[in-house]
């Protein structure tokens, strides 16, 4: 029996459960606005968020995996358009797109013009230097990583910063293959 | 079985087995080599204790990855064996078969590893896996109590995986009852042995009545082997 | 619960929100433009594990209390500004009952695509709204009971309240959605929590004076 061939982000997200996204809009905006209660400094909230995101990725991954049929990608390029074209897709419900690719393919630039984190948000003064989706880059961050890819994720453009778009870049960093687990051979 | 709300994944494959569950027993390891969850249905012989059989049965699939990599007549790089390989390297093997067993084997690319050991003649499973690694995910990741990299100890998981493990029988039942219902002079046999009286589940009484009724007793079969 | 709005500004302007009505006009237009946008319930889910999670183990670890009333304060937030989007094109409600039947049917079936099962009260101000399969838990399972394995019964006992206390922790979060979305109605109150039949959950809705918005403990119903 054949492989099933990967579904396209657009199927995925009309077979998926589906909220409306003022709630998680909603949400998103409740839980920054604690976090910098709670925390008080910008950058332990940036911190907080990334950590987050980080550990939602490293779940997420395998509810990607299992419904996209996506098979193994061969490389970084592959990787990341999959990320761009269904993942962001089956999850957010827009897409990305990847550019800005460097000379030896280990580092390129994920552009989301459409994003629903930040419906109707606009940030105050008081919060300079918040990367308000930083999560956005935590759950890349710890998808990847489960994937064996150990790469460093950040922001290039903010659109709450008054950029036109949001541009994420993404470094691999090395990729970590699988070792044998087992230390002592008993 | 809807849980999936509409995707393809429902109804659930059936597990293409002769008669009955002959299921053995299934490993569920993480990339980490953590067993996170091991079932056994039919094992009589037990040689090792729980921790040595897991450690020697992720060795053995681990060493069957690279050797197959390295044995792969189409690929152009030739890793060394022993090296440990990326993700997309090397080409992927789903099972191999024994005079006593087969075993079938999925990875996701997170390195998730599912094993299934079922009787030899069992078919092609990697539907039946890749169902299982859905449930998996509904109700193992997604469950909030849920640490991922422990054991799985999730009592909707094990329940969820049990109602599929018996409920092949009922697809091969209603299949048998559409053929018959379709072609009446088509002969039909359902063959059940004694392996399938579910002896301590919960759900057992509507699938015994469902067998006993709707079964179309024909005349033997010509050999013990036949199935649908 | 006062000072923190005062001090952070929303992020997310409401329509006709008394902090920014001047926005009033912009945002139907958007609202017009994107009429339902859709994300996957996995992210809501994955957000809410999540934030239980940090607050529980990482902020405010070993102050269950604590964490709890973040918690239940994000989802006040979140059922404050819900509600008014919700409520928008309607007339205010005549009485408290009509509000209380507004978060069962519409607004309930907005956030879960179902109505509250059943709504008792006791007419003295006290509401029990009861989902029969809460769908924010409907995945949470805890390990099979080991009838057999021969160990004395308080520690299953005590693993089975840890995890019971961690379910309730998540159930914080709806409970402060209701309490925010019936505080934008005019109706303040206190909403606690019943989940001794899961997947069964109850709020339990009470009317409470403006001065004592608290109300956080997980207890049977009274009844």
Known sequence: MAPVAPRSGDAIFASVERVNSELFTLTYGAIVRQLLTDLEEV???????????????VRLVDEFLAK????????????????????????????????????????????LEDNPLVDFVELPDTCQGLYYCNIISGVIRG???????????????????????????????????EEYPYKDDE | MQFFGGSEISPSPPLPTASGNNGHMMYVFNRNGICLLYREWNRP?????????HKLMFGL???????????????????????????????????FRTNTYKLSFMESPSGIKIILVTHPRTGD?????????????????KNPLYTPGTPIRCELFDSTLDQYFRSHLIHMVELAKLMVAHHPSFPVTILITTATKPDNSTATDNQSRLIHHSCHHLPPPPSPDSTL | MKEVLAIVPYFVRSRGSPYSPFTLFRSI??????????????????????IVSQYCNGIYANKPDLAARRIEAIGYQVGHQLSERYTMERPRFSDHLEAIKFICKDFWSELFKKQIDNLKTNHKGTFVL?????????????????ANSGSIQDPSAMAESKEAQATGMYLYFPCGIIRGALSNLGIPCAVSADISNLPASMMITKKQPIHDPTGLSLSPPSN
């Open chain 2, 125 to 141: 499973l990697r539907e039946s896996l890749k169902y299982i690694y859905n449930l998996y995910v509904e109700y193992v990741v």
């Open chain 1, 143 to 177: 998808a990847l990583e489960m994937v064996s890819m150990k790469t460093e994720v950040s922001w290039i453009r903010d659109m709450l910063r008054g950029d036109d778009v949001f541009e994420l870049h993404v470094k691999l960093l090395k990729q970590v293959p």
């Open chain 3, 130 to 146: 009861q989902d029969n399969k809460f769908r924010w838990l409907s995945r949470v399972s805890i390990a099979p009971s080991s």
């Open chain 3, 29 to 50: 237009e958007r609202e017009r433009e994107r009429m339902v946008r859709e994300v996957a319930e996995s992210c809501v889910e994955s957000l809410l594990t999540e």
């Open chain 2, 61 to 95: 699939l681990f060493s069957l990855k690279s050797l197959t990599a390295k044995m792969d007549p189409t690929s152009v790089d030739k890793g060394n064996l022993g090296v440990p390989q990326l993700p997309g390297q090397g080409c992927s093997f789903h099972s």
């Open chain 1, 43 to 57: 950058d332990e909230v940036n911190k907080q968020l990334d950590q987050m995101g980080y550990n939602i990725g």
């Open chain 1, 68 to 111: 996209s049929n996506v098979s193994r990608c061969v490389d970084f390029k592959e990787t990341t358009e999959v990320i761009a074209k269904v993942g962001f897709k089956m999850f957010l419900g827009v897409t990305a797109s990847v550019t800005n690719w460097d000379a030896d393919g280990t580092s390129c630039s994920l552009i």
């Open chain 2, 45 to 53: 012989l037990h040689t090792l204790n729980a921790q040595q059989d």
